[in-house]
């Protein structure tokens, strides 16, 4: 009976350290590139990963191989199950040849993505990156490579009418603090486009949030609540507020028939 016994927990730790430890070991096909920057003399990039998927996270990344102008990575997950946090990390860098103009992650057997790079100046960008994108991530570089994770959160705010200041920050489960709010610098509807362009986020994870800044003295007239007025009025035109601000952000036909999903802080802090 002892004997079975000691069989039996046998089994179920080899069970325990194959689910923690084996994810570890394999491949991650789901890394993607947040972010990067290049040394000074163009030698070494450095570069931030997240995941795709709604679980796991990287603990390592190695070199494939690095020949005919390639440089070709293997991501790995991190210990301790299939969403484990063991021995995470999410930056690495990397010494490139002079020759290489290709950064490619591993997708599955035999198969890289091309996720960086290098033009004819020497600058590295993403596949298809515009030259907008390029110049906004030199103007707002902290509206780039936010995590996706939790959404992210659109900030817009008014200093006088028909001119609107958009700001972006992460998705968190808390509310934003003034100082957070107070750093956000306005960029234009179009540079917005722009930037959440550059994320592979579906548009309902986008919320817009309306934020009436200290230092503007105007007040948008959808933020007014009339004496007497019946709140499903208010609700209404606050609603419409919102669905114009993602038109102007994802070029809705109709934004007022789209489905979409919004908050609106309506406070005036």
């Not at 930037?195 to 003295?217: F, G, K, R, T």
């Not at 070029?251 to 802090?269: E, G, K, L, Q, R």
Request: net charge negative.
């Amino acid at each position: 009976m002892k004997k079975k016994m000691l069989w039996v927990i046998g089994i179920i730790l080899i069970l325990i350290l194959t689910y923690f430890f084996i994810p570890g070991l394999m491949k991650n096909s789901s890394a993607v590139v947040t972010d990067y920057t290049v040394s000074a003399d163009g030698r070494e990039i450095t570069i931030r990963f997240s995941v795709s998927s709604s679980i796991g996270y990287i603990r390592d990344v190695t070199v494939h191989q690095q020949q005919g102008g390639k440089l070709y990575l293997d991501c790995y997950s991190a210990f301790g199950g299939p969403n484990g946090r063991i021995g995470a990390k999410d930056t690495f860098s990397f010494r490139i040849d002079e020759n290489t103009s290709t950064i490619a992650v591993y997708r599955n057997k035999n198969a890289y993505e091309e996720v960086l790079v290098k033009a004819e100046d020497g600058s590295w960008h993403r596949p298809g990156q515009n030259a907008d994108e390029i110049r906004l991530k030199e103007k707002y570089p902290e509206y780039f490579g936010l995590s996706t994770m939790k959404g992210l959160e659109v900030y817009v705010w008014q200093i006088v009418p028909n001119s609107y200041n958009f700001g972006v920050l992460e998705g968190t489960n808390r509310e934003k603090t003034l100082e957070e709010l107070w750093n956000l610098k306005g960029a234009t509807a179009e540079e917005m486009r722009v930037i959440l362009s550059s994320y592979d986020i579906e548009e309902n994870d986008v919320i817009v949030i309306p934020w009436q800044n200290p230092i503007s003295s105007y007040i948008a007239e959808y933020w007014i609540m009339e004496k007497d007025e019946d709140p499903d009025s208010v609700a209404k035109r606050q609603q419409e507020y919102i669905d114009r601000i993602r038109a102007m952000l994802f070029d809705f036909a109709d934004s007022t028939d789209a489905d979409i999903s919004c908050h609106a802080d309506w406070s005036s802090s």
